[in-house]
């Protein structure tokens, strides 16, 4: 008389999910390093309860983002391409111009790149915030300090 067991893989549901608020200061910090534990920490892949389909993830306020490292030629070889899908629309920016302009944006394309393009992956990256000086008006979540490689 053999008896089956049965085993029920757990599916975390969108109530029982309990979010964190962290904060990185990305002074001297390598661009895609920080970026994917960004990523990671956003989609919830560092907790027990992830669930592929569901947002488990935490909030993450970056600051500093204009004293960001980058490796290799970066600042002067790379540039962002876009397209307002009219004729002639193309835009080209320089990764140093952008570090001058708007160095959030770096943060948040490296970012955006490593999580999911669907539904999903805008409703995590919403819970992004990026911003250029040493200061950020969500003190009153008391953000826990977070340490990147």
Do not use: C
Request: aromatic share 8%.
């Amino acid at each position: 008389m053999s008896k089956t067991l049965s085993f029920k893989t757990y599916s975390a549901k969108p109530a029982d999910v309990d979010r964190k608020w962290y904060v990185i200061d990305a002074e001297g910090q390598v661009l895609g390093r920080m970026a994917s534990e960004i990523a990671k920490v956003l989609r919830g892949k560092h907790k027990p309860q992830f669930t592929p389909h569901i947002d488990t993830g935490d909030f993450i306020v970056v600051t500093n983002a204009d004293k960001i490292a980058l490796s290799g030629k970066k600042e002067d070889q790379k540039s962002y391409f876009s397209h307002s899908h009219y004729p002639g629309g193309v835009k080209v920016d320089s990764m140093k111009d952008l570090l001058k302009k708007k160095p959030e944006r770096i943060v948040e394309n490296a970012v955006w790149g490593m999580l999911p393009h669907n539904n999903l992956g805008r409703q995590l990256f919403r819970k992004l915030k990026v911003y250029a000086g040493a200061n950020h008006p969500h003190a009153s979540q008391s953000p826990v300090e977070m340490k990147v490689n």
